[in-house]
């Protein structure tokens, strides 16, 4: 590699509080190549574009040269000027205004301009779609384009400013096939001008069509840059996984009869062909990157998402759910991802947040509440789930993450379901309770309570479930029995669908 | 959204018409033109004040103190003239001075500390008042002085009217036109104008492409005062004297001209020629109450009406827009 690279960072850290989002990470782009960025789900894309866009900045003794020289990227507008253009996944367009605004806008702020000529903003746009060779209206209301007509929006925007780099996130998420080949003839346009793109997709197929070199992130860790010809779809996989700290595997219990059953379940625009069994006293996993629908399908269960077709049996009778009432009538709680913002009341007591739920037996005489059964039933679950410490009167936002999730879960026993869906339990809880919270789950299925679980974390995954369920683009793509069970193996059907099937 | 608004502005265009041909089926003297003057006259202030608003609330946010600054700036170019004599120019640039500095103030509460729009701008409503009132414990201010008077009596292009009167149009309008094509012309060809359409429309998208948003929100909020000294002014000169209460509950009249002329409470949308034609709404209908006979609550109940039925129209449309966007990209 004789050539200068366009891009050298080297060095990059990036600590929130808590965690370590980046850790002495590098990335190295040459001028007109198409690099690849891989990684799970938090294993520091979307840091490392951030800092590369001037939203957020490294730790100090950060390394970053652009075309050799040291290179200050304090905010979006130094970014630009610096010849980088990232190309958000919501595009970051304005819906309000007309496509030559939009493509010419950066422009004009960047050159410091006060006022608007509208002759230039046109002419702007025209060389910018012109060096695409796409034709669109500029004078058309941005929000009427189709998605894939308002990411062309977005690349002209970059050229408009003579981007030398783009860094394209997630581009293909929301296009159809027909739409990606043209977004990649796109890109070899701008290949062909010297532009260096990275492209930043959980679609690895589309990868290896795309991108020369590969660079893989895991944990917020690098772990190397690879050429395309050194790598396969397997051994890339195997990368990003790697070998991490496994949590105690709980002991598993016998698992009854079936309790709940999905057949066919289809949202447009959500999921497809949903059909699985939930058993009393199981576990069952459910996973896949974000985005791949798992919480639109929990919600189907709960009535906050009501399905197009389908059909839902509880006990081997039909059942149909339209609202969180009717679902919790059935017996099904839901504990939604984000226990801060959805389950709890962060300035009331623990005590409060427990009766909330409890509010109809302890309801006395003239529906006034019963203190003393109150204080006897909020003790009874915190001593239940070893809540600590053990003060109902505390304020629950004074409660660790761990705790909190227990209030949480306290909550939602008192309401005695048959089911349990919880969405991603134990994020940003740390390592020790989370395995206190993986043995409280276990406890309740082995009191045959079915519980459907989806996390992202597949270590916890293959901690705690029975059986993992494995979703991709909307479908269930894989089924495992949690003794066949790996990180490969579920990695493989998250990226890649089921083995066989034709893939976009 | 400009096709949205366009449309928005021909619906209220089309509501505009057929209400003056109803007026004027039932009154004779609502389509004369020193009527028709006099209307406009009686709401340049209105439309100065909903000219500065539209800008705040395609930001995204509103401005309820300006019912209490144009007050506090017409007791304090009273107060200046009633003292010093001055002269025109002074006056205006008193009054312009003292809009931006509140103007200012409540930018940066708004952009820089974060805090609400509605909280802001409330509070800083209630002090304006409450200093108001402990600075002039409510009387008039009378005594202008003869070449502030003269100035009202201002009309330009006199014509005659079938009668043979000779009408002119009132130095008031003149005004107006003159903040309205400003304003237009503001929004339309600068870097800043166009800031606000893009700070409301996606505040993230507007800081990723480099936009200062502080910055932006400040000089609306500061805009709106500076309207808000003209309107002091404008208004002054129309009664000749100064009522420190003449506009207690202003503002609400404000905001509902710049709604009813299409721009959403929401942020991202609105425009000068709509928010012109929200307050010719808002003044015709006034007009033809009184030419009716009818009892001028109607115009309250019918504006808010008005509103609200605006209003939800446009959340049932972005709802439904929101509805029908796929969540997941579902392979098929």
């Known amino acids: 590699m004789s050539q200068m690279p366009f891009l050298q960072m080297r060095n990059i850290n990036k600590t929130f509080p808590g965690v370590r989002?980046?850790?002495?990470?590098?990335?190295?782009?040459?001028?007109?190549?198409?690099?690849?960025?891989?990684?799970?789900?938090?294993?520091?894309?979307?840091?490392?574009?951030?800092?590369?866009?001037?939203?957020?900045?490294?730790?100090?003794?950060?390394?970053?040269?652009?075309d050799g020289k040291p290179a200050n990227i304090r905010q979006p507008i130094d970014a630009n000027q610096q010849g980088i253009a990232v190309i958000y996944q919501d595009f970051s367009l304005f819906p309000n205004l007309t496509v030559a605004e939009n493509i010419s806008f950066g422009k004009e702020i960047g050159l410091g301009k006060r006022f608007v000529n509208w002759f230039e903003i046109k002419e702007t746009a025209t060389n910018a779609l012109a060096e695409l060779g796409v034709e669109l209206d500029l004078n058309l209301q941005l929000e009427r384009l189709p998605v894939a007509k308002q990411q062309l929006v977005a690349i002209a925007r970059a050229l408009a400013f003579n981007a030398r780099f783009i860094i394209m996130d997630e581009p293909t998420s929301s296009l159809s096939r027909g739409e990606v080949e043209s977004l990649f003839k796109i890109i070899g346009t701008?290949?062909?001008?010297?532009?260096?793109?990275?492209?930043?997709?959980?679609?690895?197929?589309?990868?290896?069509?795309?991108?020369?070199?590969?660079?893989?992130?895991?944990?917020?860790?690098?772990?190397?840059?690879?050429?395309?010809?050194?790598?396969?779809?397997?051994?890339?996989?195997?990368?990003?996984?790697?070998?991490?700290?496994?949590?105690?595997?709980?002991?598993?219990?016998?698992?009854?009869?079936?309790?709940?059953?999905?057949?066919?379940?289809?949202?447009?625009?959500?999921?497809?062909?949903?059909?699985?069994?939930?058993?009393?006293?199981?576990?069952?996993?459910?996973?896949?990157?974000?985005?791949?629908?798992?919480?639109?399908?929990?919600?189907?269960?709960?009535?906050?998402?009501?399905?197009?077709?389908?059909?839902?049996?509880?006990?081997?009778?039909?059942?149909?759910?339209?609202?969180?009432?009717?679902?919790?009538?059935?017996?099904?709680?839901?504990?939604?991802?984000?226990?801060?913002?959805?389950?709890?009341?962060?300035?009331?007591?623990?005590?409060?947040?427990?009766?909330?739920?409890?509010?109809?037996?302890?309801?006395?005489?003239?529906?006034l509440l019963n203190a003393g059964k109150e204080k006897e039933l909020v003790e009874e679950y915190m001593e239940a789930l070893d809540v600590r410490p053990r003060l109902p009167n505390m304020l629950a936002m004074q409660l660790s993450g761990g705790n909190q999730q227990k209030v949480v879960l306290a909550k939602w026993l008192a309401?005695?379901?048959?089911?349990?869906?919880?969405?991603?339990?134990?994020?940003?809880?740390?390592?020790?309770?989370?395995?206190?919270?993986?043995?409280?789950?276990?406890?309740?299925?082995s009191q045959g309570m079915g519980i459907l679980m989806i996390s992202s974390e597949l270590p916890e995954i293959l901690a705690v479930s029975d059986r993992v369920l494995v979703m991709r683009r909307g479908r269930l793509v894989g089924e495992f029995a949690i003794e066949e069970a790996t990180q490969e193996k579920i990695m493989n059907r998250a990226f890649m669908g089921m083995p066989g099937r034709v893939t976009a | 959204m400009k096709q949205r608004t366009k449309s928005k502005e021909l619906w209220i265009f089309i509501i505009l018409v057929v209400l003056s041909v109803l007026i004027s089926a039932r009154s004779n003297v609502f389509l004369r033109p020193d009527n028709l003057i006099d209307l406009l006259k009686n709401n340049a202030v209105l439309g100065i004040m909903a000219l500065g608003m539209t800008l705040v609330i395609i930001t995204g946010g509103i401005d309820l103190s300006v019912g209490a600054a144009v007050a506090v700036l017409t007791v304090l170019i009273g107060k200046f003239m009633v003292t010093f004599g001055g002269n025109l120019l002074l006056t205006f640039l008193v009054a312009v001075a003292g809009g931006v500095i509140i103007g200012i103030i409540n930018g940066t509460l708004i952009a820089r500390a974060n805090i609400p729009a509605i909280v802001v701008t409330l509070g800083s409503m209630s002090i304006i008042n409450g200093l108001m009132l402990y600075y002039t414990n409510g009387s008039w201010i009378n005594d202008l002085p003869a070449w502030f008077i003269d100035f009202g009596k201002i009309t330009l292009f006199k014509f005659h009217d079938a009668g043979g009167n000779v009408v002119g149009i009132p130095i008031q309008i003149i005004i107006f036109l003159i903040m309205a094509l400003l304003t237009w012309a503001l929004l339309k060809y600068t870097l800043m104008g166009?800031?606000?359409?893009?700070?409301?429309?996606?505040?993230?998208?507007?800081?990723?492409?480099?936009?200062?948003?502080?910055r932006t929100l400040i000089f609306v909020y500061a805009y709106m005062g500076f309207l808000a000294g003209v309107a002091a002014v404008t208004h002054t000169s129309i009664m000749r004297q100064v009522d420190p209460n003449a506009f207690l509950g202003f503002e609400l009249q404000v905001v509902a001209a710049v709604v009813v002329g299409g721009a959403s409470l929401a942020g991202g949308n609105g425009s000068i020629i709509g928010t012109v034609l929200g307050v010719l709404f808002m003044a015709v209908l006034n007009n033809g109450l009184i030419l009716t006979h009818i009892p001028t609550f109607w115009q309250k109940i019918i504006v808010g009406l008005i509103i609200i039925l605006a209003v939800s129209f446009d959340v049932i449309q972005r709802k439904r827009m929101e509805k029908s966007l796929p969540r997941v990209d579902v392979e098929y």
């Open chain 1, 21 to 66: 989002a980046l850790d002495a990470v590098r990335l190295e782009i040459l001028p007109g190549e198409v690099h690849a960025l891989v990684g799970e789900n938090g294993a520091g894309k979307s840091t490392l574009i951030k800092i590369l866009a001037g939203v957020e900045q490294p730790d100090p003794g950060a390394e970053i040269l652009i």
């Open chain 1, 190 to 367: 701008l290949k062909e001008k010297g532009i260096a793109i990275l492209f930043v997709s959980h679609r690895l197929q589309e990868l290896f069509t795309i991108a020369e070199r590969f660079t893989v992130l895991r944990d917020g860790k690098y772990i190397g840059t690879y050429l395309k010809d050194e790598l396969n779809e397997e051994k890339l996989i195997s990368l990003m996984v790697g070998r991490r700290i496994e949590f105690i595997k709980q002991s598993r219990s016998k698992t009854g009869p079936v309790l709940l059953e999905v057949k066919s379940l289809t949202k447009k625009g959500n999921f497809k062909d949903i059909s699985f069994t939930l058993h009393k006293g199981e576990i069952l996993g459910l996973t896949g990157l974000v985005g791949a629908g798992r919480t639109e399908v929990v919600q189907a269960l709960f009535g906050l998402n009501v399905p197009d077709s389908g059909e839902i049996y509880l006990d081997g009778v039909k059942v149909n759910i339209r609202s969180p009432e009717e679902a919790m009538g059935l017996g099904i709680g839901y504990i939604p991802e984000g226990r801060q913002r959805e389950g709890l009341v962060l300035r009331q007591s623990v005590a409060q947040n427990i009766s909330l739920a409890l509010l109809k037996k302890i309801r006395g005489k003239f529906g």
């Open chain 1, 415 to 445: 309401t005695r379901p048959k089911i349990l869906i919880i969405d991603e339990p134990t994020n940003g809880i740390d390592v020790g309770a989370k395995a206190e919270i993986h043995k409280l789950l276990r406890q309740l299925a």
């Open chain 2, 194 to 214: 166009r800031a606000v359409y893009a700070v409301g429309g996606n505040p993230v998208s507007a800081k990723r492409v480099g936009i200062n948003i502080e």
